[in-house]
């Protein structure tokens, strides 16, 4: 079920008058930018914890930069809007929030500059996206959409059309989801998550440049195996069959959260099981996501409900 309220042209709004008029210029043209931001219910707090809310507006501020628009608000104020509507909702379970910066203009033609633009905030009830418990992999025949064609690492509604044609191809031959690799053959990304593989002890990664989005989970990745996990991890371009051999492989996202990979076109990973690194990573992240580490907690995740008074008073 619709969540009772979304935020559009500037006010909240019952979710039934979300609607766009057909001749939008983002619908025809791909010609919007989004985020998917989770928001993570903890029952002993009753509380929803958005999970580095902040980071992910910046990076729709710097899509809409890309993109040539501009939005009045700041990343905070955008967190704050995010927390009113969860608020309005009376979201207290796990939710998903979908910002969505658009050109509303009802014009024809294709351009990006001098148009007119509106944002919108969906939030939804919301669980796993992948299973978590190991993934089977494809490399795509489908390569990543270049810097130069579409930048990936603005998260450009108009390039989720290579992600459809990357995870159609992939569960149509029977995996679970795609890898993909760069025009030049190197591996860039899964459909909609991030890549890291554990290669004779040591975690790697794609670099910035290898068409990837800069993915906010990719980024709590590398600070939690470092942190917690003493592992520093490698950004680096990364061959194809490197995959074949990696020891662990994990896909990251919102979305996707930690998701081992157990097989890549058909050959086992390591031992055909979740990996030991992969699992030590999974059980953090979810006690990192649901507020349930301190330091983290004050770090990456916003309350969205007033902070329920302490029982004890030395709290
Ligand atoms: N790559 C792509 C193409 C994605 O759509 C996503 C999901 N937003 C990611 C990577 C992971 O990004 P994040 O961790 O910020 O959700």
């Not at 507006?57 to 509507?85: G, K, W």
């Not at 309005?88 to 001098?114: F, S």
């Not at 190991?134 to 930048?151: F, Q």
């Not at 909609?192 to 800069?214: K, R, W, Y």
């Amino acid at each position: 079920m619709n969540a009772k309220e979304l935020f559009m042209n500037g006010e909240f709004i019952p979710s039934e008058r979300g609607v766009l008029p057909v001749r939008t210029h983002a619908f025809a043209y791909g010609t919007s930018c989004f985020e998917g931001i989770r928001g993570y219910w903890n029952a002993q707090e009753q509380q929803v914890y958005l999970f580095r809310a902040r980071e992910h507006f910046e990076r729709l501020l710097r899509s809409c930069q890309i993109l040539q628009m501009s939005l009045p608000y700041t990343a905070d104020q955008l967190v704050e809007l995010s927390v009113e509507l969860i608020r309005r909702n009376e979201q207290h379970q796990d939710v998903y929030l979908r910002p969505v910066a658009y050109k509303n203009q009802e014009i024809l033609g294709v351009q990006l500059h001098g148009l007119t633009n509106d944002l919108i905030i969906t939030s939804e009830p919301q669980g796993n996206y992948v299973e978590l418990t190991g993934m089977k992999c494809g490399v795509s025949s489908w390569r990543r959409v270049d810097d130069n064609a579409i930048p990936a690492r603005a998260k450009i509604s108009g390039a989720y059309v290579n992600s459809a044609f990357a995870k159609s191809e992939a569960l149509q031959n029977g995996y679970d989801e795609a890898i993909m690799l760069t025009n030049e053959g190197h591996v860039s990304e899964g459909s909609a998550e991030n890549i890291f593989l554990v290669l004779n002890g040591e975690l790697i990664t794609p670099s910035p440049s290898e068409n990837i989005l800069l993915g906010i989970t990719r980024a709590t990745v590398i600070e939690l195996a470092r942190r917690e996990l003493g592992l520093i991890t490698s950004e680096r371009q990364i061959d194809r069959t490197e995959l074949y051999v990696a020891d662990e492989i994990i896909l990251c996202g919102t979305g996707a959260q930690i998701a081992p990979v157990i097989e890549v076109d058909h050959r086992a990973i390591g031992t055909g099981k979740t990996g030991p690194i992969s699992s030590a990573l999974q059980k953090i992240y979810f006690d990192v996501v649901r507020g349930n580490l301190p330091a983290y907690r004050d770090q990456w995740c916003t309350p969205a409900f007033a902070k329920q008074r302490s029982a004890n008073p030395a709290d």
